[in-house]
């Protein structure tokens, strides 16, 4: 079965950077894709990027194309989420989470059924 660790988060001013971890294992790596989602106080989790693993295709929601990074070391299991030019509205708890997929996902990649979740890094933004 597929584990997911993440780690990473923390208090930040705005403009601020943090890199978000995401440790796999159980699961044969080039065979998944992982996500990055987020969910705020009071709000719906949304999507914030994916990176599949097998072809290293990226995605990332409007609200953080330009800031936010996705990249993968398939040599340590893991997918790293780059954070730069913070803002308050970033504020949320950050969960990746896994999908046995290969190739392209598309556009709707943050609707698709991801099996498997971490356990969520908290990300704040101070003003």
């Known amino acids: 079965e597929v584990q997911l660790q993440a780690s990473g988060g923390g208090l930040v001013q705005a403009g601020g950077s943090l890199r978000l971890s995401c440790a796999v294992s159980?699961?044969?790596?080039?065979?998944?894709?992982i996500g990055w989602f987020r969910q705020a106080p009071g709000k719906e989790r949304e999507g914030v990027s994916c990176?599949?693993?097998?072809?290293?295709?990226?995605y990332y929601a409007d609200s953080v194309k330009g800031r936010f990074t996705i990249s993968s070391d398939n040599a340590k299991n893991s997918v790293y989420l780059q954070l730069n030019s913070l803002k308050p509205d970033d504020t949320a708890v950050y969960y990746c989470?896994?999908?046995?997929?290969?190739?392209?996902?598309?556009?709707?990649?943050?609707?698709?059924?991801?099996?498997?979740w971490g356990q969520g890094t908290l990300v704040t933004v101070s003003s």
């Open positions: 990176i599949s693993i097998s072809d290293g295709s990226t």
């Open positions: 159980g699961f044969t790596f080039d065979d998944l894709a």
């Open positions: 989470a896994a999908l046995r997929w290969r190739g392209l996902l598309g556009h709707g990649w943050h609707s698709f059924r991801y099996d498997y």
